[in-house]
């Protein structure tokens, strides 16, 4: 088995083998150390030795040893005050032989809650969430996130202090509080999407490991919940937004806007499943934001070209977001397709309206869309500025390069 096909069964076994030791022993801190641990084994071992009969029970195993090990150092140190913890039957007796399969109970659902837990920031239940559910290494989300080792590792580590001081249980939410965790749950996997699909900081538009993750773990939650509508949104919007990847960078990794974008170029294999995966949910689902996201990408998807896409509809589909999930993105969206309706002054007005919302006030995006709807509206000399006032708040490489080329081309045509 290849490295890479080892580290795509590793993400998918991690949240199960994490799953059966916090089931066991409770401890969510030191059993994720100890998973951790042993996928870095594994990941060292398989691609040499090969990979076990039953890899799941190898890393249980692995993973048990490593808390046994852990407990004993611990009972070394601290005597009697552990010893009750420590004793060997409380442990070595519930794992399996390296040759025997786990039962099948797949708890990664349980994880995501646990991950997505209120007592904890958003960065913080994206951190954990990598870590605990995708498997990711410290030192990969830190690479994905451009900050330095240790200060992801601190941020993991107080995220599993904060969980386990505020008391979280390894079950799943009463129904009562279900939807909230569930929408906090797919807030992190579209963040974790987003940021690798549009990297915020950095020299690279893409962070492939994050959106590929992103869309692993969505896949996870729809085979998990197949019944509810904006799960099968969030995994559709993600395939559809993912399938433009190819089409948006140019040969020396500068941005290509949607209207400019070779269209062959679009992924058709992720395409298909998502206007599939979005058109059956809105057959039985009452519509929420994710679905009606994925509705817009999706009639982008199906248009020939930017020229004959159903700009209407789109317009149509933005109001309805903008009713059950107002937010100044949105607004900011709408804009832009309300200008290819009704011209850019009618965008350019509907933008003004995000001018005092502390939200958007300053952000480059806003500046963005403004410079595109004055460059179509024959403003060039505010366009220009708007493109260069962009430029300077992004802190995005290929965003800043595009928009100063932008803003240059302006210039050059007075």
């Known amino acids: 088995m290849t490295e890479r096909a080892v580290e795509d069964l590793l993400r998918t076994l991690a949240p199960q083998v994490l799953g059966v030791l916090v089931r066991r022993h409770g401890q969510f801190y030191a059993c994720e150390d100890a998973v951790q641990e042993a996928l870095l084994a594994a990941a060292t071992q398989w691609p040499a030795q090969g990979v076990p009969e039953h890899p799941r029970s190898w890393l249980v195993t692995v993973a048990t040893r490593r808390l046994t090990d852990e407990w004993r150092s611990e009972r070394a140190r601290r005597d009697r005050e552990v010893a009750v913890a420590v004793r060997e039957p409380a442990y070595a007796a519930a794992a399996p032989a390296a040759d025997e399969e786990p039962p099948a109970e797949d708890d990664t659902l349980k994880l995501l809650f646990l991950c997505c837990h209120p007592a904890l920031t958003g960065s913080a239940q994206v951190a954990l969430t990598l870590r605990a559910v995708g498997g990711l290494s410290t030192a990969e989300i830190a690479r994905a996130y451009l900050v330095p080792e240790a200060t992801m590792s601190q941020r993991i580590r107080r995220a599993k202090q904060r969980v386990e001081a505020a ?248």
């Open 167 to 414: 008391g979280a249980r390894f079950v799943l939410p009463s129904p009562a509080d279900r939807d909230d965790r569930l929408r906090a749950v797919l807030r992190v996997l579209y963040l974790i999407f987003n940021e690798g699909y549009t990297a915020s900081s950095g020299d690279e538009l893409h962070r492939a490991e994050l959106t590929r993750e992103a869309i692993r773990l969505a896949r996870e939650l729809h085979r998990l919940l197949p019944e509810d509508g904006e799960v099968a949104g969030l995994l559709a919007l993600m395939l559809l937004t993912d399938s433009h990847r190819a089409a948006r960078t140019g040969p020396g990794g500068e941005l290509i806007p949607l209207a400019e974008q070779d269209r062959s170029r679009w992924d058709r294999a992720e395409i298909a499943p998502g206007v599939a995966l979005v058109t059956e949910a809105l057959t039985w689902s009452a519509p929420g934001p994710y679905q009606v996201q994925a509705a817009i990408a999706a009639v982008h998807a199906e248009a020939p070209s930017a020229a004959e896409t159903d700009w209407p509809q789109i317009v149509a589909l933005y109001r309805v977001l903008a009713r059950i999930a107002p937010n100044p993105m949105v607004t900011l969206n709408q804009a832009a397709a309300v200008a290819m309706v009704d011209g850019p002054r009618a965008g350019l007005a509907l933008l003004a309206s995000l001018d005092a919302d502390d939200r958007t006030a300053g952000h480059h995006r806003l500046a963005a869309v403004r410079a595109h709807l004055l460059e179509l509206a024959g403003e060039r000399a505010a366009a220009r500025a708007a493109y260069l006032a962009a430029a300077r708040a992004t802190t995005s490489r290929p965003e800043q390069r595009y928009l100063e080329v932008r803003a240059a081309r302006l210039a050059a045509d007075r």
